[in-house]
RNA sequence: GUGGCUGUAGCUCAGUUGGUUAGAGCGCCGCACUGUGACUGCGGAGGCCGGGGGUUCAAAUCCCCUCAGCCACCCCA
C-alpha cells in the first residue's frame, strides 16, 4: 500500500553546527533570558544586525581571518555582480562598527549596546570549537574618549552573569596590551605581535615551551626571553602587578601607561570575591584589533577548556568604516561552548521535557469539551496547560505525561456537583481540587 | 588549511582463519489492562555493514579511493 520512498537521504550530524534536544533547549533559553536581564540592568540596549554582511566591510580589518568566513551565494549562481558579495559574519564586533559608522546620527553616546546572536566561523569544530555559535556581546562606544570606567564595568556584569548561569567557579584574568607592546618595545623587540602570540601559550605548553618558541621562532636573546618571561609570570588578584613591573627594570611610555589603566580596573574591582579577578600578564588572546584592555575568562574546574569569555578595547575600529575616531570597549561570552561543556559534563537539569505544567486528561465517554474547556481555564490562571489529543487509555495518558515530566495530570469534574481531581506525578497523589483555587506545590 | 584515529539498527556495541537469511542490549510500536505512569511478561517494526571501485567461487571482514565524524595543530567564543 506505502510505496518505498525511492531514495533515502540518511540525515548524518553536520560537525560543528550543534543542536539540541527540547529539554536542552529549554535551559539555553533559560541562560539567554539571565544574560539578557544582566546586560538590561547594566543600561545595555538590544540590537541585531543581519546574518551577512559585505565581504568588503568583514575583511576591512585585515588580518587572516579571511579564511574562515563563509561567503554566501545562490545554489544557481548567475555569475552576476551581486553573487559572492556577502559572507556570514565571523563576529560581532565588526558588524557593530559598520552599525555604529552606518546609524552614527541617530545614536546617543556613549552608545551601550548588547548582541546576542550567531556567527559563523570555518575552522575544523571540536570540543568548545563550532562552526556555528551563540555569542553575547556587549560593547560601549563613544566619541574620542572612552572612559576607563567602562574597561573596569565589563568584567563586573560578566561576573554576574557567570553567578546567574550556575557553571561553577570562574576566573577572570585581566591584561593590557599596551604592557606588552610597551615593555617588548622598551626591549627591543621588534615583531611584538609575534611574541605576544607565543607567550600567549603559557597555560598550554608552558614556560619551557614558549622559552624554545621565542629563541626558535622569534629570535630572542636569553636575556630577553628570561625578561619576557618574567613579565609573563606575573600574576596578582589585585594592582600589586604595577610593582612587579616595576622591578623589571624597563622604561616606556606605552608600557606605564598600561599599567596605569591596568591598576585602576584592578582597583575598580575590588568588591568581587577572592579568586575570580586577576590581573595576568601572560594573556593576550582575542583578535589584533585590543589596543589597551583584555579580558578572558576560564571555567575553573577545566583548565584546559578554552576561553569561555573575552573581549577588549579598541581604539579604531570604525575608522574602517567612516573618518571618525570612536574607541570602545567589549566583551563577548561564548554561550554555546559554555552551554556544550556543561552539558557533556552532567551540569545541567535537563529533566523538564516541555513547558507543560498541567496535563489535562481526556475521560472515558465524556465530551471533548470538557476537557478542552478544563485546559482553557486553567491557562487563563496562567498556567501552561495541553489537553490530551484523544480519550486514549488513561495508561497511555498518563504515560505521555510522565515521558514529558509534566508535574500535574487534572482530572476534569463530569458531572455537576462532582468535583475535579488533579495527580502530583512525582508523589503519585491524587486529590479533589477546584479549578480557580487551585495552587500547585511545585512549578 | 595540515596531520592522526574511527565509520555495523534511532542509540551503545557484538560479529570467529573471508563462508547460508548480519545479532544483542537500550529505545520505539502493540497486547496482557476499555478511569491511573515508573515494574514485569509476550509480540512487532526497524540494516545498500557510510559511499564507490577492486581481489575472490564467496566480502561487514582483505586492498584502493572517497565522504563523514572525532582528536591534535592553526586560530579563537
Redesign the pocket.
Known amino acids: 500500500m506505502s510505496e518505498k520512498p525511492a ?2 537521504h ?1 540525515p ?5 553546527y550543534p543542536e539540541w534536544l527540547p529539554e536542552e533547549r529549554m535551559v539555553e533559553q533559560a541562560w539567554i533570558d539571565q544574560i539578557r536581564a544582566v546586560f538590561e540592568a547594566y543600561g545595555f540596549g538590544s540590537i541585531e544586525t543581519p546574518s551577512v554582511e559585505e565581504i568588503e566591510v568583514l575583511t576591512a580589518k585585515g ?3 579571511d ?2 568566513i563563509y561567503a554566501i551565494r545562490r545554489l544557481h549562481d548567475d555569475g552576476g555582480a551581486s553573487e559572492g558579495r556577502v559572507a556570514l559574519h565571523y ?1 560581532l564586533t565588526v558588524p557593530l562598527a559598520r552599525y555604529v559608522a552606518q546609524h552614527y546620527g541617530d545614536l546617543t553616546f556613549p552608545f551601550k549596546r548588547y548582541q546576542i546572536q550567531k556567527a559563523w ?1 570555518g ?9 556555528e ?1 551563540l ?1 553575547c556581546d556587549i560593547d560601549v562606544i563613544d566619541n574620542d574618549e572612552l572612559s576607563i570606567e567602562f574597561d573596569a564595568e565589563m568584567p563586573a556584569i560578566i561576573f554576574e552573569v557567570f553567578q546567574r548561569l550556575d557553571i561553577g567557579n570562574v576566573t577572570i584574568n585581566i591584561n593590557n596590551r599596551k604592557i606588552l607592546q610597551g615593555f617588548y618595545s622598551g626591549l627591543g623587540i621588534e615583531d611584538v605581535t609575534g611574541v605576544i ?1 607565543i607567550v600567549d ?1 603559557m597555560d ?1 605548553i608552558g614556560v619551557q615551551g614558549v622559552a624554545k618558541q621565542l629563541a626558535d621562532e622569534a629570535g630572542l636573546s636569553a636575556d630577553m626571553i628570561s625578561r619576557c618571561l618574567s613579565l609573563a609570570e606575573i600574576k596578582t588578584p589585585d594592582a600589586s602587578f604595577a610593582d612587579q613591573v616595576q622591578a623589571l627594570g624597563v622604561e616606556n611610555e606605552t608600557l606605564s601607561k598600561g599599567v596605569e589603566e591596568l591598576s585602576f580596573v584592578m582597583n575598580s574591582l575590588g568588591h568581587l570575591p577572592q579568586g575570580v579577578i586577576f590581573a595576568d600578564l601572560s594573556i593576550a ?4 584589533y585590543y589596543t589597551g584592555t583584555v579580558y ?2 576560564k571555567l575553573a574546574d577545566y583548565p ?1 577548556f ?6 577588549g578595547r579598541y581604539d579604531n575600529l570604525v575608522s574602517s568604516y567612516m573618518n571618525k575616531r570612536l574607541p570602545g570597549v567589549g566583551i ?3 554561550l ?3 552551554f556544550a561543556k556543561m552539558l557533556k559534563e552532567g551540569k545541567l537539569d535537563t529533566n523538564i521535557k516541555s513547558p507543560t505544567q498541567v496535563l489535562v486528561v481526556q ?3 465524556t465530551d471533548r469539551e470538557l476537557a478542552a474547556s478544563t485546559a482553557q481555564a486553567l491557562r487563563a490562571r496562567g498556567f501552561n496547560v495541553e489537553m490530551y489529543h484523544e480519550a486514549a ?4 495518558q ?2 505521555y ?3 514529558k515530566a509534566i508535574p500535574y ?1 487534572w ?1 476534569p469534574a ?1 458531572d455537576r456537583g462532582q468535583s475535579h ?1 488533579v ?6 497523589e ?1 486529590a479533589p481540587t477546584a479549578l480557580d483555587t487551585w495552587q500547585p506545590a511545585r512549578i
Open positions: 531514495k533515502i540518511k548524518r550530524p553536520i560537525s560543528g588580518g587572516d581571518t579564511k574562515e563576529d566561523r575552522e575544523r569544530p571540536q570540543e568548545g570549537r563550532f562552526r555559535f555569542q602570540r601559550k598550554k588572546r582575542g583578535f589584533d578572558e575568562s584546559e578554552p576561553s569561555i569569555c573575552s573581549g563577548s561570552f561564548g554555546t561552548r559554555t475521560l472515558p465517554d487509555k488513561m495508561k497511555n498518563l504515560r505525561a510522565e515521558r495530570v482530572f463530569v481531581e495527580k502530583d506525578m512525582a508523589s503519585g491524587q
